[in-house]
T-cell receptor, first 113, second 116 residues
């Protein structure tokens, strides 16, 4: 079973709010939910991370319902520069320490004028 | 801090040659990860280290791949012999102790490998 499921692609226009939802039905008690952004020819960049409820930073908000089986990344007032692939990850905390992060296919967000 | 530094940024080699990719993690980070990205398979975790010790190498494709971390500031990923199917972008990432446990990784710019 896939660790996370998210839409393959989304289109938006400048100035709009974009919400990308990710499903993670098998999330474990100790898992955190993390979102990354990747531009072409660059490494993924951390956007936001949460465990439950709502988290907000200067870039985005992350909404996590009580059952934690899904999460929604919210990007307010997107611009052309937000065109990128967005990955939802659920951390698998290992007994030996560390975190075996599995990246899914990601969501290609395209922002147009 | 300069961030995670990888070299070379681009490498073109012929099948059968040895390839060595290098990574300098962010100073003070306890975890180092090697990922591979292709169009077909996306981002795959190959191996990760904690305090220079390999913790999980189950993602390493086969014996042709090996990774080392001789000290806290340097890691290598070696492919010997290389094959065309190894062509990909290889990313190195590092994280602090808390970040490694919860998922905040810092990625390098990647090394794009082309095996002819």
């Amino acid at each position: 079973l896939a660790k996370t499921t998210q839409p393959i692609s989304m289109d938006s226009y400048e100035g709009q709010e974009v919400n990308i939802t990710c499903s993670h039905n098998n999330i474990a008690t100790n898992d955190y939910i993390t979102w990354y952004q990747q531009f072409p020819s660059q490494g993924p960049r951390f956007i936001i991370q949460g465990y439950k409820t709502k988290v907000t930073n200067e870039v985005a908000s992350l909404f996590i319902p009580a059952d934690r089986k899904s999460s929604t990344l919210s990007l307010p007032r997107v611009s052309l520069s937000d065109t990128a692939v967005y990955y939802c990850l659920v951390g698998e905390v290992l007994t030996g320490g560390g975190n075996k992060l599995t990246f899914g296919t990601g969501t290609q967000l395209k922002v147009e004028l | 801090d300069a961030g995670v530094i990888q070299s070379p940024r681009h490498e073109v080699t012929e099948m059968g040659q040895e390839v060595t990719l290098r990574c300098k993690p962010i100073s003070g980070h306890d975890y180092l990860f090697w990922y591979r990205q292709t169009m077909m398979r996306g981002l795959e975790l190959l191996i990760y280290f904690n305090n220079n010790v390999p913790i999980d190498d189950s993602g390493m494709p086969e014996d042709r791949f090996s990774a080392k971390m001789p000290n806290a500031s340097f890691s290598t990923l070696k492919i010997q012999p290389s094959e065309p199917r190894d062509s990909a972008v290889y990313f190195c990432a590092s994280s602090s102790a808390s970040g490694g446990a919860t998922g905040e990784l810092f990625f390098g710019e990647g090394s794009r490998l082309t095996v002819l």
